[in-house]
């Protein structure tokens, strides 16, 4: 079990039965009380820009898709990484695909801000173990 | 004239400013395309051999001309013009249909997957959640199902690859290597026992993802192809790592193949009669075409009911860059 009480999960993906999935799955496994789904990555950079506002930001555990229309995994990042440190230093990104494009997968890797790639079906020994990893110092 | 489209260039050799063959220099980064034909009174050696090699001439007309030979001129000429022009347009042409193949392949490797991947999770979640009763096993046989269509994508995707991307050198360790592709497979058949003995004394160059396919598939086949009543299941991994090659040899104790099955393993689609196992008949297909790639070879020797060894010698990029 995760201890971290006010830890939320935010999920971006365009595909309405992965997010309803992982909901599912993380609130089975009581990985987090919180699950905010985005089925637009735009929506979730304007809900985390809101976010200056409150006194202080939970940490976020960002799970992000790759491939989506409009806005993509990373051009997501890309936006997400002019955001104030004071958001961006609680999300922690994993990225979550079925992509076994080699170029995804290798771009992946290489962005800084990505903790933790994911394969989809996403199982929740996976994601407890990547989420255990990133709060293991905390 | 570089806003016209100008087929065929007929130049003077002597004129006040500028030689013709001066001029066809001096035009030829800007307008590459147009034939060049010299007209000259004159017949100096040294004028046709710069015509040739500095202003690219296609041919040499002699002053006062023959209609007949000009008119020939100019008609080869334009042929020749023609044919480039097709073929530009047809190498265009090509770079697009590569360029959409490419993207096809993308798209299979997402597109195709996604809804796959999101059937496996609805499986996963109704055992977390017990929601579903299923006294029959109805989703164990549909998450048969899936993953047997998902490797079917997974081989159309590596056959793409091996046969697109470029051939890439990079250093391998193959005791990694192999541990990696070895632990892909350990879960499938745990019973199982795995030798590994790599001798790589000097560094190995080669590509990584070729190689990976070629030994991804000769494990899956050796964990595959077992017999049921073995009661010591083996698969025997060497390697030989020498500054000119790499010698691999994969070694089972499984069924083994046929004799008269032997010659056809590498064609596509092939698929041997004697075993009721899954498969797509493109595994070894695809080793033989990564090997091609990046100029291997491979043996094989098999008994039929006692099993069989692939044996691949990979040349080692090593020293070419030394």
Redesign the interface.
């Known amino acids: 079990m995760i201890s971290i009480p006010d830890l939320r999960v935010i999920l971006i993906d365009d595909n309405e039965v992965d997010l309803l999935l992982h909901e599912r799955l993380i609130t089975l496994q009581q990985i987090s009380r919180t699950v905010l789904a985005f089925n637009n990555a735009n929506k979730a950079l304007e809900f985390l820009s809101s976010n200056i506002t409150l006194p202080k930001i939970p940490p976020t555990v960002l799970l992000l898709d790759i491939q989506m229309p409009e806005m993509d995994g990373f051009e997501f990042l890309e936006a997400f990484y002019s955001y104030p440190a004071k958001i961006k230093s609680q999300c922690h990104v994993i990225m979550v695909s079925s992509s076994l494009d080699y170029g995804d997968l290798s771009r992946t890797y290489a962005n800084p801000m990505v903790l933790k790639l994911l394969k989809k079906p996403l199982l929740a020994s996976e994601l407890k173990s990547a989420i255990a990893e990133i709060f293991k110092d905390m | 004239m570089k806003s016209i489209d100008v087929h065929i260039i007929i130049a003077d050799q002597k004129m006040p400013v500028s030689t013709g063959v001066e001029f066809f220099n001096e035009i030829k980064d800007t307008l590459p395309d147009p034939m060049r034909i010299l007209l000259t009174g004159y017949t100096d050696v040294e004028d046709i051999i710069d015509a040739i090699n500095k202003g690219h001439i296609f041919s040499y007309i002699k002053k006062p001309w023959d209609e007949h030979e000009l008119h020939r001129a100019i008609n080869n000429a334009f042929e020749i013009y023609s044919t480039r022009k097709q073929l530009k347009e047809k190498i265009l042409e090509l770079e697009k249909i590569n360029d959409e193949l490419n993207r096809f392949?993308?798209s299979t490797?997402?597109d195709l997957?996604?809804p796959?991947?999101?059937v496996?999770?609805?499986i996963?979640?109704s055992r977390?959640?017990n929601s579903v009763t299923d006294p029959n096993g109805y989703l164990n046989m549909i998450e048969a199902c899936i993953l047997k269509l998902d490797g079917f994508i997974?081989k159309i995707?590596e056959y793409y690859?091996n046969s697109r991307?470029d051939v890439e050198y990079e250093k391998i360790d193959f005791e990694h290597l192999i541990q990696e592709c070895i632990g892909s497979f350990r879960h499938q058949n745990t019973s199982i026992q795995f030798q590994v003995n790599v001798d790589q004394p000097v560094d190995f160059k080669g590509d990584t993802?070729r190689i990976s396919v070629i030994l991804n598939n000769l494990i899956s086949n050796a964990v595959k192809y077992q017999k049921p009543d073995e009661s010591n299941p083996k698969v025997i991994l060497s390697v030989k790592v020498e500054p000119h090659k790499a010698t691999m040899s994969i070694e089972d104790n499984g069924i083994g193949i046929l004799s008269e099955h032997l010659n056809n393993i590498f064609k596509m689609f092939f698929r041997s009669k004697n075993n009721n196992k899954p498969g797509s008949g493109i595994g070894l297909y695809i080793v033989k075409e990564a090997l091609n790639k990046i100029g291997g070879t491979i043996n094989v020797e098999s008994k039929y009911g006692e099993g069989t060894q692939f044996e691949i010698s990979i040349p080692n990029r090593n020293d070419f860059d030394s």
Do not use: E, V, W
């Open positions: 392949i993308y490797s997402h997957r996604s796959l991947m999101s496996l999770g609805i996963n979640l977390l959640d997974q995707i690859r991307l993802f």
